[in-house]
């Protein structure tokens, strides 16, 4: 992925990447340096922390610590970026244990970018992201969202809709520490502490650690979730003004799993409608049982960005990265043991270990697991040589990513004989455990790019130039019977960029970019699977599968005064090889990636908000977006007329207003979002209606008390109105109807929580 120079770090500015507009990442006896309130928050950030001022050459928006340590505890990245132009969030729960979805300007999640101290956090298998596993709350100083492109150094593969960068809070140089005590609605309990070591002598270094645990049983259906956490960053400042980080947040999740519902579902189920939730009870072979449904899940990131100033033209970015990830969906089916499909072969098992192979509506339990290590580097060096600003680098990623769905037995109470589903496997007569998938899918990422930005006219006029080469090398094994046993598939592409910025004076600013950007093919196309009991083709593999390519462009005015900050941006995507992997019935209900030809998305962004006005910083964001499909897509043979329809999840308007009230005694915020009506297939045949939701925010800060040093209470009130509705689009489909022969796919959803509450003693030390 490349996008312009101007955009990086380290050419658009000297701050460091976590210094946004008056934004300071640093932590203190209570979050912050410089003394405001415990959480870091300084109120005197635009729209109440919705908005800084920008000062790059393509449309972004940042969200800090001013708004963000005012939500609910735990409320993840998605959440945090709920207001902003352009972003379409759904959350699964109101705390952020289950993943939502995010779409932004039409692209989902595993079109966008997401990036943790300058690491992709995308799973290699999909490119799904999970932002309940990455940062606790507290210690998110700024999230960012680059509506349009990524930066040339940002480590992309799958990012045609642009980046989220997020940073872990960079430790304080005063010791101290916060401590967080939560409790709220569905039996919600969370701790959160933080101890900062601050400056360690003279040696340059300060660090802090923090550690969180959180339960809260299900707004809707049986289950609960439980989560503990770990934070920690290591700085090391040098004299030079170099500086090293080590960073590092390490998650264990055991979570139930909620049910997204068809839309025929929801209006028989209603919230807590049996048709919209798993079952609470189990009865013989029922596979919809909640406790054969877990999702327990345990995942690290380390990333060491490492600035190295090497003279005062000479600078180097070093930034090595380690991913890992552990878990399992846990799901059952029922199998007749004379025709067990292991592969493309059928077997009689004895699938209940009772010495036979005659019985029928066997239930199985067969979790699909997860394993995935991957390590790289990004390296980048800056050289300033007169009014240009010159950048090279180089990107590696190596990845092995293993995902296996072996079977085990199950219990007379419909409970897994090992929930873990790591032992009691149900084998072959020669011995081998029989798996409905066993893939192992081994990455190179291999990367360059090099740029110019160049400053003109006092720097009021700065041209950005850059182009990146990429390749990509994905080697699969199946390790199931298959005439299909070992695939490779390669791809490259050159992602030229340019952008220009222009500042009338101290208020006026113009912008434009062109960008081009690419997403390669998931691992599932590598890959065949079968049915678990013919041992038919239910997915075809499709490794000739085109990357899928983006060509943008943009352009945007920014204002910048002393009360009032506003930027508006619009915006024009051509897509190539748009990449779907739907559930298409035919006559076999074949599932297969296809490919979803040409696209367009054109629109207008739009954000602006106060600085304090009598205690008040008000901020208002919205969005125009009209997507057209330009293909018909190929179904099963047969062409089905999409062209002219509308993209999934695309919908034409999005507002959000937030305001925010803080006298440092007293203070509150209210959150308004409405999204319009979207289409969930690519006929346009099915669609959720509009919504309109509300949070808000009352707290009030105390005096200091002996060792607790500025606490403070705040309430969080999640759809205030307690309004059930759709979300948004959890599994798109091409058609919901049946079309030219092409039996139709029902859409699933995510629900909203309904009113939660959740009240926070904070205080510092």
Known sequence: MTSPLHAQEAVSTTKQPTDVG?????????????????????????????????????????????FIQKQAPAADVFQVLKLVPGANTAAADAYGFNPGIMAVRGLDATQMGFNFEGMPLSDMANWSVYPGQWIDTENMDVVTLNQGSADLA????????????LYLHDPAKTPGGLIDLSYGTNNAIREFARLETGQIGDTGLRAFASFSHFTADHFRGPGEDQKDHVDLAVVKDFNDGSKTKLAFTYSEIVRDTYKNPTLTQWKVGGLNGAATNYDATYSKGDTSYYKLLANPWRNLLLSAPTDIKI?????????????????????????????????????????????TTTDTGVMVYNPIFEDNLRTGAVSKLTYNYENHTLVGGYWFQYSDDKLYRPYSTVNSNGTATDPKGVSNYIRLANGQVVMGWNQDTTDYVNAVFAGDTISLMD????????????????????????????????????LPTAAARYSFDDQNQVFG??????????????????????????????????????????????????????????????????????????????SSPINGGSQNARGLDF???????????PYISGEYLNTTIESDIAVAGVYLPTKGKD???????????????????????LGVKHVASQYSTFMNDQSIPAYTTVDATIGFRLPDLSYAKKPEIRLNLLNLFDRHYLSGVASPTVNALSTKGVAGTAPTYYVANGLTAFVTITTAF
């Open 22 to 66: 008056n934004v300071e990442a640093t932590g203190g006896a209570g979050g912050t340096d410089n003394g405001q309130t415990a959480l870091g928050v300084t109120r005197t950030e635009v729209g109440g922390g919705l908005m800084v001022d920008e000062d790059v050459p393509k449309a972004k928006s940042s969200v800090t610590k001013d």
């Open 154 to 165: 940002s480590p992309q593969i799958n990012a045609t809709g642009g980046v989220v960068d």
């Open 311 to 355: 003279n005062t033209a000479l600078a180097l970015k070093v930034t090595p990265y380690l991913y890992y990830g552990y878990g399992a969906s846990g799901s059952a089916t029922t199998l007749n043991e004379r025709s067990v499909g292991f592969g493309d072969t059928v077997n009689a098992v004895d699938l209940n270990h009772n010495g």
């Open 459 to 494: 720097d009021r006029l700065s041209i950005d130039l850059g182009v990146k080469q990429v390749y990509v090398s994905r080697f699969a094994h199946n390790g199931v019977p298959s005439s299909v046993e070992d695939t490779h598939a390669d791809r490259q592409a050159t």
């Open 513 to 590: 970019t062109l960008a081009t950007s690419f997403r390669t093919l998931p691992a599932g196309s590598l890959y065949p699977r079968y049915s678990s009991s013919t041992g038919a083709v239910t997915t075809a593999a499709n490794p000739n599968q085109p990357n899928e390519t983006s060509f943008m462009q943009e352009i945007g005015y920014r204002y910048h005064a002393k009360l009032l900050s506003l930027s508006v941006s619009a915006f024009n995507y051509d897509f190539r090889n748009r990449q779907i992997s739907s559930t298409v019935c035919d006559p076999g209900c074949l």
């Open 607 to 617: 954000e602006a908000g106060l600085r304090p006005y009598h205690n008040f910083r």
């Open 647 to 669: 993209a999934v999840r695309s919908p034409r308007w999005q507002s959000g207003i937030g305001v925010d009230y803080d006298d440092g005694t007293y203070f509150g915020n």
